[in-house]
């Protein structure tokens, strides 16, 4: 095809979209968004095509990497093909469709694990797959939400591969007040388009556009997510939402966004109660009718130590970053009472409770109150 032909194809096409694009000067017809399957096909390929044709020509000591495509006639090896950062992947469900997410891991990081409804610190450089660079945190520390829901979320592809790294060590302030951090986790991942901006990206990022990011994780706080809607506010229940993740894989998803989890698989579901409502959007997690918060709020005389009116989910040690205050609690929330009964000639009940001993607040393992839909005692 000549240039001529071929330019002449492009103004046809141009035409094409604004006249679909409006019914008249004024109406705007909205576009439907691509099948999210269908779209997945291409971006799989796009993605694996993208990891045999270029390398990672370099890593620096800070972990900033460089990825380029491989000349022709290149004999540099493929980021598919490298074994220095092996190439890894993992299938995160979303809009009915199960992606395989490829991403490397630099250095998995010293620190804590978030879940994917952290907040979290993080340096970072995006790329499209031409490895134009789109955006950048300058190497600075970004404060980034990892929740879906909040109001400037990160898209949906950092919360399902942050929690495969940890986050670092603060280092003690530079003379000029900046802050550093040391042995940081740092990778690299490859996004499809659902996991992106798909079909509603920023301005100078085109539709349905798979996305590179290099990041290093720096720092997280924990999130505690219940929502009242009386108070409108993210109240919590006392429990952060990390610890509220019953099987334990490091992710939370709410079965009742259909939208997004149309058939959310049942393994990937935080319940204990069997309500519809996940653990993390729970008031009430055991389904017992007492609140969460109210369950491991600690008692009036109760043998406790620490500032908080609540049990920590386990014992905690003083926080370094608060000299003035010792928030040390040698007990945890504790599961149902174990000792003595009240009365030991009568069988145990509302009115006849055991005592608590040592080892209910601390044993591991343990059935914390709160998700013990036994107690507190139900009436006979």
């Not at 996940?278 to 009718?289: A, R």
């Not at 393992?365 to 013990?372: A, E, V, W």
């Amino acid at each position: 095809m000549n240039k001529f032909k071929y330019y002449f194809v492009l103004l046809l096409a141009g035409i094409a979209i604004v006249s679909c694009s409006k019914k008249d000067d004024d109406d705007v017809v909205v576009v439907p968004l691509r099948d999210y399957a269908e779209q997945y096909k291409a971006d799989k390929d796009s993605i694996e095509q993208y990891l045999k044709t270029n390398f990672i020509e370099e890593v620096t000591a800070d972990f900033d990497v460089k990825i380029s495509k491989i000349p022709t006639g290149g004999t540099q090896t493929s980021i598919w093909d490298q074994t220095e950062y092996p190439l890894q992947h993992r299938d995160v469900y979303s809009h009915d469709v199960t992606y395989r997410v490829y991403y490397l891991k630099l250095r998995e990081g010293s620190g804590d694990k978030p879940c994917n409804f952290d907040a979290i610190k993080a340096s970072y450089v995006g790329n499209f797959l031409n490895n134009k660079q789109f955006d950048s945190s300058y190497g600075l520390a970004a404060d980034l939400d990892l929740n879906i829901y909040a109001a400037r979320p990160t898209i949906d592809g950092w919360g399902e591969i942050m929690p495969q790294f940890r986050t670092g060590i603060k280092n003690a302030p530079n003379d000029d007040g900046t802050i550093t951090y040391s042995d940081y986790g740092a990778g690299v991942m490859f996004l499809p388009s659902g996991l992106g901006y798909y079909g509603n990206p920023p301005e100078g990022i085109p539709s349905y556009t798979c996305l590179v990011f290099s990041f290093k994780l720096l720092a997280l706080k924990r999130s505690d997510l219940e929502y009242s809607t009386s108070s409108q506010a993210t109240v919590g229940d006392g429990v952060p939402s990390y610890l509220e993740d019953i099987n334990g894989d490091g992710y939370l998803y709410d079965q009742r966004d259909t939208a997004r989890y149309p058939n959310l698989p049942k393994e990937l579901i935080d319940d204990t109660d069997g309500d519809g409502i996940p653990d993390f959007m729970d008031f009430d997690d055991d389904g017992d009718g007492y609140t969460t918060r109210f369950e491991i709020e600690k008692p009036v005389g109760a043998p406790v130590t620490g500032i908080s009116l609540y049990y920590p989910f386990d014992p905690i040690g003083d926080n370094p970053d608060t000299p003035n205050v010792d928030e040390t609690e040698i007990w945890g929330i504790p599961r149902r009472p174990t000792g003595e009964l009240a009365d030991p000639s009568k069988p145990e009940s509302i009115t006849n409770s055991r005592k608590y001993v040592p080892e209910d607040y601390t044993t591991p393992g343990r059935l914390r109150i709160h998700l013990d839909k036994s107690y507190p005692y139900q009436k006979n």
